[in-house]
T-cell receptor, first 113, second 114 residues
Framework: NAGVMQNPRHLVRRRGQEARLRCSPM?????VYWYRQLPEEGLKFMVY????????ESGMPKERFSAEFPKEGPSILRIQQVVRGDSAAYFC???????????FGPGTRLTVL | GQQVMQIPQYQHVQEGEDFTTYCNSS?????IQWYKQRPGGHPVFLIQLVKSGEVKKQKRLTFQFGEAKKNSSLHITATQTTDVGTYFCAGSDWSGGSNYKLTFGKGTLLTVNP
């Protein structure tokens, strides 16, 4: 849905660098989800956040990955020391309340060289 | 954990033919949602089914939720080239208290030969 903004749309990083992916939810939405999609795969849940709270990060790798959704500003998915296996499309989705219909952003395609 | 399986993985049809994709969950679902993703695009919400045995229609698309709430199907009548894309089902199971989490199937990629 055009209302959810993600940037950058494409990101290229070398192994060992950091990747920061940003997501601005639809206006009025305070719940954000992050998903990872590998080629020809479905979307894998990573983390679910509300403003200033991480509700469920069970899908996120324990190391190198972190997410936040501050009181002001976009939600950030941060990947430290990227490896080639991190190359994927990362989508965020927002909704008004947990369990509501999720509206997806255009995604960030991360390529690790 | 909950698993959602979708078949077929790929389907190629001639324009005008019908298309069906099937979704099966390892657990009983609270609801199921369907999304469409165009090549290079992002998932777009199509519909949500909640009730056992529910059937909903959107023009040429018919969505069905099984009586046991463990399976679902999407049927497209008389496909058009604009139907090209990957169709995902996604289920949620509220029994564990995590009503917010969707488990996605791997999707069915539909291609249509004009």
């Amino acid at each position: 849905n055009a209302g959810v903004m993600q940037n950058p749309r494409h990101l290229v990083r070398r192994r060992g660098q950091e990747a920061r992916l940003r997501c601005s939810p639809m206006k009025g939405h305070s719940h954000v989800y992050w998903y990872r999609q590998l080629p020809e795969e479905g979307l894998k849940f990573m983390v679910y956040l509300q403003k200033e709270n991480i509700i469920d990060e069970s899908g996120m790798p324990k190391e190198r990955f972190s997410a936040e959704f501050p009181k002001e500003g976009p939600s950030i998915l941060r990947i430290q020391q990227v490896v080639r296996g991190d190359s994927a499309a990362y989508f965020c989705a927002s909704c008004g309340q947990g369990g509501d219909t999720q509206y997806f952003g255009p995604g960030t395609r991360l390529t690790v060289l | 954990g909950q698993q959602v399986m979708q078949i077929p993985q790929y389907q190629h049809v001639q324009e005008g033919e019908d298309f069906t994709t099937y979704c099966n969950s390892s657990t009983t679902l609270s609801n199921i949602q369907w999304y469409k993703q165009r090549p290079g695009g992002h998932p777009v919400f199509l519909i949500q089914l909640v009730k056992s045995g529910e059937v909903k229609k959107q023009k040429r698309l018919t969505f069905q939720f099984g009586e046991a709430k463990k399976n679902s199907s999407l049927h497209i009548t008389a496909t058009q080239t604009t139907d090209v894309g990957t169709y995902f089902c996604a289920g949620s199971d509220w029994s564990g208290g995590s009503n917010y989490k969707l488990t996605f199937g791997k999707g069915t990629l539909l291609t249509v030969n004009p």
